[in-house]
């Protein structure tokens, strides 16, 4: 049944699957559409949500990466945000801090 180019788990595939039945359906098909796509989105968020807590904690817990000047000498966290090797992942960390104070 898989023949997207990504690989997708077979759990979500069968589920995509089912989704695109309902779209030729009526109006419950729609509905029931809706519902998936918002369910989806919901677990996306949670997921997303815990990646960003456990980088966060990978970085409250560990001094940075090691290995990788190639020379043994750490590259601390200040200094792999300073030098845009985590821009996204900062930015991500920062909207969702500012998101949890509002």
Known sequence: ?????????DDV??????AT??????EEGYEKLKQFLAQ???????K???VLSEIENLIAESSGVYGLH???????WQW????????ETEKALTQNKTKEQS
């Open 80 to 87: 792999l945000i300073e030098n845009g090797w985590l821009e």
């Open 13 to 18: 595939e069968a589920r995509l699957y089912e």
């Open 40 to 46: 989806e989105l919901h677990h996306l968020q949670d």
């Open 1 to 9: 049944m898989n023949t997207t180019s990504k690989q997708l788990p």
């Open 48 to 50: 997303h949500e815990q």
């Open 21 to 26: 039945r309902w779209i030729t359906q009526d």
């Open 70 to 76: 190639l020379n043994g000498d750490p590259a601390d």
